[in-house]
């Protein structure tokens, strides 16, 4: 039982990792905004002070949105130094300046405008269309063992080919894709926001950048009626070209940023599903409970535990000095335990009115465009899932019986979600595709 978490390292050390909760609340009951002290990160728990934060570009930059303290700026800032000028000089040191996450306007404004013109409401209905027989595909395999991990085996390809479907990537490269990014025996977990271990052997960005640069080129040289033509054609909103690693970025970041969360919103809500008999049956009577179910399991386990800022200025944040400089959290699955926003907030109530007033995509300028995406894979997975079987169960010769669980999750201070989620399950009888 640990009596201070304030001792604990939220951001290297192992004892957080399986269960943040108990520390968010407890930096909340302090003060929602509160100066964690391994790291120097003031640490925004409260739901109206995360709003706060995420609605200000003026005195808060987006440029360490993915890294935080790590390797935090590469210059002292304080009342002396142009702030401003220091980030647009400092910025291309900083990692994954080149990501959609990382730029703040008038650059990102630009840049996002050009990811809207890549998923368009007439791609998106195209591509909600061919979930729903990505889903069946996937499971006829899944299913057909009656037990398995339902992270690699099921959710990680689904929403692989659900995102290569929508940017137009070629069916036959898509098996490259996926062995790539998943199922590759050298990618381990880790990478960006790792709290311990080796990351990754290899860059996916890099593997992604290499592909679309090359898909953008041959659609600009060789245009088709498919959806690469319409990215390589697309324009800024002043009717500029971009260059093709403008494109490229954007096309990489919707892949690899859209994939991984949505495979750990899936994965947290699977095991809700098998874990409550009683919320399963309740999504099996009705499957027009399962959106609102997916904002609740939203709220509860967000996939981005936070989003960090830069403080442009000296400044206060609930009323709490924040001095220029500093490096903020916003801290998405504490603000969705905030019990001034949510009443009775570490319980899992599927119809919870307030549900979708959750942050688990952000808010602002910044929200995440995939999120209607994302919100659709979820729906789909999920009905498909429950239409196939009578019965899923968490498989207890994997993670134990049910007063004794044994989970795994990612070490990582930014994404929150299983390593793997195996499960049993019993097939419905002569279950239609």
């Avoid at 960006?192 to 659609?219: C, Q, W």
């Avoid at 095991?271 to 049956?281: C, F, G, T, V």
Wanted: proline share 6%.
């Amino acid at each position: 039982m640990v009596n201070n978490f304030q001792d604990l390292d939220f951001f290297l050390g192992q004892e957080l990792v399986d269960d943040p909760y108990p520390y968010f609340d407890s930096l909340r009951e302090q003060c929602p905004v509160t100066r964690e002290k391994h790291h120097d990160v003031m640490m925004v728990t409260g739901y109206d002070e995360a709003l706060e934060v995420y609605n200000d570009t003026d005195r808060f930059s987006s440029c360490i949105s993915v890294t935080g303290p790590f390797p935090g700026f590469p210059v002292p800032l304080d009342n002396t130094v142009d702030v401003e000028a220091a980030i647009a000089e400092h910025r291309d040191s900083l990692p994954m300046s080149d990501q959609l996450p990382t730029l703040d306007p008038p650059t990102h404004t630009a840049h996002r405008a050009l990811l809207m013109r890549l998923i368009t409401p007439k791609r998106l209905k195209e591509n909600e269309e061919a979930m729903w027989s990505i889903a069946d595909r996937m499971l006829d395999e899944y299913l057909a063992k009656g037990r398995g991990d339902s992270i690699r085996e099921f959710a990680g390809p689904f929403t692989l080919y659900v995102i290569a479907d929508l940017l137009g990537v070629p069916v036959e490269d898509q098996e490259e894709f996926l062995q790539t990014l998943q199922r590759d025996p050298h990618r381990k977990g880790g990478g960006v926001g790792s709290t311990g271990g080796e990351g990754m052997s290899h860059n996916p960005i890099e593997f992604l950048y290499g592909k679309f640069s090359a898909y953008i080129d041959d659609r600009r040289q060789n245009p088709r009626n498919d959806v690469l033509t319409s990215m390589a054609t697309a324009t800024f909103p002043d009717g500029s070209t971009p260059e093709v690693i403008d494109v490229v970025r954007v096309a990489a970041n919707l892949f690899s940023a859209g994939q991984e969360t949505t495979v750990r919103l899936l994965s947290s809500a699977l095991k809700l599903i098998a874990e409550r008999p009683d919320i399963q049956q309740y999504l099996r009577e009705d499957r027009s409970r399962i959106q609102n179910f997916i904002e609740e399991s939203l709220r509860m386990e967000s996939p981005v535990k936070g989003d960090f800022r830069l403080s442009k200025t000296d400044t206060t944040v609930g009323g709490t000095d924040v001095p220029v400089g500093t490096v903020v959290m916003v801290v998405n699955g504490a603000a969705n335990r905030d019990p001034r926003r949510f009443d009775d907030p570490t319980t899992f109530a599927a119809d919870r009115a307030n549900a979708r007033q959750h942050l688990a995509f952000g808010r602002g300028v910044h929200t995440c465009p995939g999120a209607p995406l994302a919100r659709a894979e979820a729906r789909v997975a999920i009905e498909r899932l429950l239409a196939r079987t009578t019965e899923l169960r968490i498989d207890e010769t994997v993670h134990g019986p049910a007063d004794a669980r044994d989970y795994h999750y990612l070490p990582t201070f930014i994404l929150r979600g299983l390593t793997s989620l195996h499960l049993e399950f019993d097939v419905a009888d002569g279950a239609a595709r």
